[in-house]
C-alpha cells in the first residue's frame, strides 16, 4: 500500500523536474557537485600520506630542537600530544633519521661524547669531569636504547677519584633504568647482559655494581640472579648446568614421552691444597763402601837439619786401612699441588611426571648413577620422586652407599610410594568387600523376619454379612440421630 501511495508522487516529482528547465539545471548542478566531492573525497583518502612515530616520550625542550630541524628541512610531520610523540610521513622517516642524526642535535636527555667537539680551553678540571661523566653515560644509555628490548634507558654513574695516596680505592659503580618496549618484565640473561656491557664501559667496575631496574621500580641486583662477578659461583652455575643437561639427554632417551625434571646440586672444593712428601731410599745391600786411596809417598825426603825425627809408620793392620766413604742416601722430595673447583660432593634430584614401572625406575637410576659419576663414598645423593599430589607418601633422599650395585640400583622412593599404592588399593578392597557381606547378611535376616510376621486371616461367608448388617445398622442409626428434630 505504501508503494502504491509514493510510486504516483515520484512519478509527479520526476514530471515536474522534467516540465521545468529550471529545476532540472539545479538537479543537475547538484548532482554533479556530490559526484565531484565524491572523487575528492575518495583521492584524499587514497593518497595521504601514512604517519608513523619518529620520536617517542620526548620532553618538551627535546621535541622543540626536532621540531625545529624538521621545519628547517621542510619535513612535514605531526604532534601527537597524548604520547608525546613525533609523527612523519612513512616514505621519509628513514631519510629523516638520517638527517635528523647528522644534523648534530643536543638533545636534554641523551648526551654524548660530542660534548667534546666544540669544548672551551678555559674551562676547569671539576667541569671536564663533569662533562666526561654526562657523555660517557649518554653513550651506555644509546647502546642500551639501541638494544630490541629497549624502549629507553637512563643511566647514572658514580666515578670515584682516583690517587695514589690512597690505600683503599673506592669502585665505580652504576645504576640503569630500562623502559622495555612491552609489559614484560626483564628476563635474567638480559639484566646479565646490561651488567656485563655496563661494567665493560667503565674502567674498573664489576657487573656486580651495576644495579638494574625496570619500568615499574623493581630491582633485579646480584644479590636475586647471583653474582655474575663472582667466579666461583660462576663456576658452580656451569657444573650444576651441565650435569643438568647431560642427565636430562639421557633420561629423555629412557623415559621416551614422560617427562622429568632435573635439578643437581653440586658443593664445589675452592681449597688448594699443597702436599710434600719426602721419602728415603736405602742402598742396596751388597753395595760395599768404597776406600779411599792411600797418600803418596815422596822418595828420598829428609828432614831438615836441626828438626826431630820423623813419625814411626804405621803398622801394617787393619788399622791402617783407609776409612771407608760414608754411605749416601737417595731422597726423592714430592710435592703436590690440587688444583681448586673439584667437586665435594653431589645432589642429583629427578621428579617424573608419572609413576613408573620398578624395571623402568631402575633404568633411570642406573642411568643417573652412570651419567653423574655418582660415588657413595663422597656422600652422593640421588632422589627420585613421582610428581603425583594423589600419593600420601614424600619420598626422601636415599644415600648412593647405601643402594646394590651401580649397574643395577633400586629407586627406593618410587618403589615405596608404590607399594603404599598397592596397600591403599587393598584396603580398599577390603573395605567394600566387607560392606558386600554386611548389606547381603542385612537382606537374608530382612526376609526372614518378614516371613515369621503372621498372615491376615481370610473372613468367611457369614462373617462377612454378620460385619455388612452391622454397618448398616450403625449407619441408619446415625441417619436417624440426624432427621431428629
Same mark, same amino acid.
Given at each position: 500500500m505504501d508503494t502504491a501511495t509514493h510510486t504516483p508522487n515520484a512519478g509527479g516529482w520526476l514530471a515536474r523536474l522534467q516540465a521545468d528547465p529550471r529545476r532540472r539545471q539545479i538537479a543537475v548542478a547538484v548532482a554533479l557537485s556530490l559526484l565531484i566531492f565524491a572523487l575528492l573525497l575518495g583521492g584524499y583518502l587514497m593518497l595521504r600520506p601514512n604517519y608513523i612515530v619518529l620520536f617517542r616520550g620526548l620532553k618538551p625542550l627535546d621535541a622543540a630542537a626536532v621540531v625545529k630541524e624538521l621545519e628547517k628541512e621542510k619535513i612535514p610531520y605531526r604532534y601527537d600530544e597524548a604520547a608525546n610523540a613525533i609523527l612523519v610521513p612513512e616514505?621519509?622517516?628513514?631519510?629523516?633519521?638520517?638527517?635528523?642524526?647528522?644534523?648534530?642535535?643536543?638533545?636534554?636527555?641523551?648526551? %654524548?661524547?660530542e660534548l667534546f667537539k666544540d669544548s672551551d680551553l678555559g674551562l676547569t678540571e671539576f667541569a671536564q669531569k663533569?662533562?666526561?661523566?654526562?657523555?660517557?653515560?649518554?653513550? +651506555?644509555?644509546?647502546?642500551?636504547m639501541s638494544l630490541e628490548e629497549v624502549d629507553m634507558a637512563r643511566v647514572h654513574l658514580t666515578l670515584p677519584e682516583s690517587s695514589i695516596f690512597r690505600r683503599d680505592q673506592v669502585k665505580p659503580k652504576a645504576s640503569v633504568t630500562i623502559f622495555p618496549k612491552s609489559s614484560a618484565p626483564l628476563g635474567e640473561d638480559s639484566i646479565r647482559g646490561i651488567q656485563k656491557l655496563v661494567a665493560a664501559s667503565v674502567p674498573g667496575m664489576a657487573p656486580g655494581d651495576v644495579i638494574v631496574l625496570d619500568q615499574r621500580g623493581a630491582a633485579?641486583?646480584?644479590?636475586?640472579?647471583?653474582?655474575?662477578?663472582?667466579?666461583?659461583? /660462576? @663456576?658452580?652455575?656451569?657444573?650444576?648446568?651441565?650435569?643438568?643437561?647431560?642427565?636430562?639427554?639421557?633420561?629423555?632417551?629412557?623415559?621416551?614421552?614422560? %617427562?622429568?625434571t632435573v635439578s643437581v646440586n653440586a658443593e664445589i672444593n675452592f681449597d688448594q691444597v699443597q702436599t710434600t712428601r719426602e721419602t728415603g731410599i736405602a742402598p742396596p745391600?751388597?753395595?760395599?763402601?768404597?776406600?779411599?786411596?792411600?797418600?803418596?809417598?815422596?822418595?828420598?825426603?829428609?828432614?831438615?837439619? %836441626?828438626?826431630?825425627?820423623?813419625?814411626?809408620? @804405621?803398622?801394617?793392620?787393619?788399622?791402617?786401612?783407609?776409612?771407608?766413604?760414608?754411605?749416601?742416601?737417595?731422597? $726423592?722430595?714430592?710435592?703436590?699441588?690440587?688444583?681448586?673447583?673439584?667437586?665435594?660432593?653431589?645432589?642429583?634430584?629427578?621428579?617424573?611426571?608419572?609413576?613408573?614401572?620398578?624395571?623402568? $625406575?631402575?633404568?633411570v637410576q642406573a642411568v643417573v648413577a652412570a651419567s653423574a659419576g655418582i660415588d657413595g663414598k663422597r656422600g652422593d645423593v640421588v632422589s627420585i620422586? $613421582?610428581?603425583?599430589?594423589?600419593?600420601?607418601?614424600?619420598?626422601?633422599?636415599?644415600? +648412593?652407599?647405601?643402594?646394590?650395585?651401580?649397574?643395577?640400583?633400586?629407586?627406593?622412593?618410587?618403589?615405596?610410594?608404590?607399594?603404599?599404592?598397592?596397600? #591403599?588399593?587393598?584396603?580398599? $578392597?577390603?573395605?567394600?568387600?566387607? /560392606?558386600?557381606?554386611?548389606?547381603?547378611?542385612?537382606?537374608?535376616?530382612?526376609? /526372614?523376619?518378614?516371613r515369621r510376621e503372621p498372615a491376615a486371616r481370610r473372613l468367611s461367608e457369614?462373617?462377612?454379612?454378620? #460385619?455388612?448388617?452391622?454397618?448398616?445398622?450403625?449407619?441408619?442409626?446415625?441417619?436417624?440421630?440426624?432427621?431428629?428434630?
Open positions: 616514505g621519509e622517516s628513514k631519510a629523516t633519521r638520517i638527517k635528523l642524526g647528522s644534523a648534530d642535535l643536543r638533545l636534554q636527555d641523551v648526551v %654524548g661524547l663533569v662533562n666526561y661523566q654526562r657523555a660517557l653515560q649518554g653513550e +651506555v644509555a644509546r647502546t642500551l633485579a641486583t646480584a644479590d636475586e640472579i647471583g653474582d655474575v662477578s663472582d667466579p666461583k659461583f /660462576a @663456576l658452580k652455575q656451569a657444573i650444576e648446568r651441565s650435569y643438568e643437561k647431560k642427565i636430562s639427554e639421557q633420561l629423555a632417551r629412557v623415559l621416551r614421552e614422560t %617427562g622429568a745391600a751388597e753395595a760395599a763402601p768404597r776406600a779411599l786411596p792411600p797418600l803418596p809417598v815422596v822418595a828420598g825426603a829428609s828432614a831438615a837439619p %836441626g828438626a826431630a825425627d820423623p813419625l814411626p809408620p @804405621l803398622p801394617a793392620s787393619s788399622a791402617a786401612a783407609a776409612p771407608a766413604a760414608p754411605v749416601r742416601t737417595n731422597r $726423592v722430595l714430592e710435592q703436590i699441588v690440587s688444583a681448586p673447583g673439584t667437586v665435594r660432593r653431589l645432589s642429583v634430584a629427578i621428579v617424573l611426571e608419572r609413576e613408573q614401572p620398578a624395571e623402568v $625406575v631402575e633404568k620422586v $613421582v610428581r603425583d599430589p594423589a600419593l600420601p607418601v614424600a619420598a626422601a633422599a636415599t644415600p +648412593v652407599a647405601a643402594l646394590p650395585a651401580l649397574a643395577a640400583p633400586r629407586a627406593q622412593p618410587v618403589s615405596a610410594a608404590t607399594a603404599n599404592a598397592t596397600a #591403599f588399593a587393598a584396603k580398599d $578392597v577390603a573395605l567394600l568387600g566387607a /560392606a558386600g557381606v554386611l548389606l547381603l547378611v542385612g537382606g537374608v535376616a530382612w526376609r /526372614a523376619l518378614r457369614h462373617e462377612r454379612e454378620e #460385619f455388612a448388617a452391622r454397618l448398616k445398622r450403625l449407619l441408619q442409626e446415625q441417619g436417624d440421630a440426624h432427621v431428629r428434630p
